[in-house]
């Protein structure tokens, strides 16, 4: 989301740019959950005046426009994996849902979330860099 607000510390805006570029190039996997989510940020920042109905309506069109696959097994592990890794780490069962997909597929984890950041260390998983 730092696409959309272009706001936090110099390094997390290198670091979604990063991540920006890579999608650009190749995809990013998300779990089923990631389009709620986002509706979620965008309805908030929306209702407390972050950011405008036309700002959005721009920004869904530049994530439409990506090559972001929707993993459609998510729902299939939330009950056991995702759960056990929500209960272990101390994670949102949707933030959860980011490790175990990550750790399902073997890829990398892109994320600006320190918790999720230490969990997915403590788990194995590579961090997007």
Not at 62 to 67: E, F, V, Y
Request: proline residues 2%; negative net charge.
């Amino acid at each position: 989301m730092r696409w959309l607000f272009l706001d936090g510390k110099p390094q997390q805006i290198e670091y979604a740019d990063k991540v920006l570029a890579m999608i650009k190039q190749s995809k990013a996997i998300v779990p089923a959950t990631w389009g709620l989510e986002v509706a979620n940020v965008i309805a908030r920042a929306e209702a407390t005046s972050k950011i405008s109905e036309a700002q959005s309506e721009t920004f869904l069109e530049i994530l439409n426009a990506m090559n972001i696959e929707l993993d459609h097994e998510t729902f299939t592990y939330a009950f056991s994996d995702t759960l056990r890794l929500s209960r272990r780490y101390r994670l949102s069962s949707y933030d959860a849902s980011y490790l175990e997909l990550a750790l399902r597929l073997n890829l990398p984890l892109a994320t600006l979330y320190e918790d999720l950041q230490k969990a997915a260390a403590k788990a194995g998983v590579e961090k997007f860099v």
